[in-house]
């Protein structure tokens, strides 16, 4: 018995997806082309497809899991569970003018081209806000649609925004915010169930290791309720004792949320030595 997921072959998710599996112990060798490989040390079969056909083989039942933006579910919703948000393969659907375009409001978007790949989700933003404008739908290189005269704006992902901005375009509105999601077919057996969990145990495990930091410093014995304070570990910090008389050694994790601040008030209160590592693994 093994579970069939379907990732990115090539783009942008790609490479987060396998490094996420790589990091929860599942190995593979997928040489160039290939479409599908076998896990080397979980009962996993991997697919490498293109992204918008994930959803579907995923519902299909061609595929018991996927790995796909929710940016592609929320444009064609398909009859799958979303099991976990994986942190990576963020991205916002936005709308964007040319950068001499005056923009105050959605309502300077009225009767304007907008060319998107994202005819739905866009067609709900602009109803929801009485917005009426021409949706062009094209597949790909949005970007360009502004300067050769297709549109008179655009509705397209971004992270940084570096893409826009050489095109000569300015963000205006944020339409839709995603990220990569682990989706799963609704009709899966007992058996698999159980399998999806252990491999669920372990992505949670690498999250949970990966907004987090591991903090070693010294600080006077004196200091070390003060300290303590300062460090929202998982339980009470480890204390250890210094060859130098009078000192500690304090242990603890570290939310790297806030981390800079954390750091900051430790060094105020007298820390010495501060060593960060990060956490490969967190078994709640
Ligand atoms: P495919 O050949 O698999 O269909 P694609 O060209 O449609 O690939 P990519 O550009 O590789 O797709 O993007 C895949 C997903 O990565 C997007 O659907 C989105 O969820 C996410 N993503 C993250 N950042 C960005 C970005 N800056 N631009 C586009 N997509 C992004
Ligand atoms: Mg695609």
Redesign the pocket.
């Known amino acids: 018995m093994k579970l069939k997921i379907a990732i990115?072959?090539?783009?942008?998710?790609?490479e987060g997806s396998t490094a996420l599996l790589k990091k929860c112990g599942i190995g593979f060798s997928n040489g160039q082309g290939k479409l599908r490989a076998e896990a080397e040390d979980f009962p996993l079969e991997l697919f490498f497809?293109?992204?918008?056909?994930i959803p579907d083989y995923v519902a299909d039942g061609v595929a018991d899991l996927g790995i796909?933006?929710?940016?592609?579910l929320a444009e064609d919703p398909k009859p799958v569970d979303v099991v976990e948000k994986l942190g990576f393969?963020?991205?916002r659907l936005s709308i964007a003018v040319p950068k001499s375009f005056k923009y105050s409001d959605t309502a300077d978007l009225n009767g304007l081209r907008i060319a998107t790949?994202y005819p739905r989700i866009l067609s709900e933003f602009l109803a929801a806000r009485t917005v009426s404008a021409e949706i062009h739908e094209i597949s790909?290189s949005v970007e360009i649609a502004p300067s050769i005269g297709l549109a008179d704006a655009v509705c397209?992902?971004?992270?940084?925004g570096s893409?826009l901005f050489s095109n000569g375009l300015r963000e205006i509105e944020t339409v839709l915010r995603?990220?990569?999601v682990l989706i799963a077919r609704r009709d899966l057996s007992a058996e698999q169930n159980k399998l999806l969990e252990q491999f669920l145990f372990r992505i949670r495990s690498v999250l949970a290791a990966e907004r987090n930091k591991y903090i070693l410093l010294n600080a006077p014995e004196d200091k070390v309720a003060e300290i303590a304070s300062l460090l929202p570990g998982i339980k009470s910090p480890t204390v250890m004792p210094l060859a130098e008389p009078g000192w500690v050694s304090l242990h603890s994790v570290i939310s790297e949320h806030d981390f800079w601040e954390v750091v900051e008030n430790l060094k105020a209160a007298g820390a010495e030595g501060i060593l960060v590592l990060s956490i490969d693994q967190m078994i709640k």
Do not use: F
């Not at 990115?8 to 790609?14: E, Y």
């Not at 796909?68 to 592609?72: D, R």
């Open positions: 990115q072959k090539q783009g942008k998710l790609a497809l293109r992204d918008d056909d796909v933006g929710e940016n592609i393969g963020r991205c790949s790909g397209d992902l971004v992270s940084s893409t995603s990220e990569a």
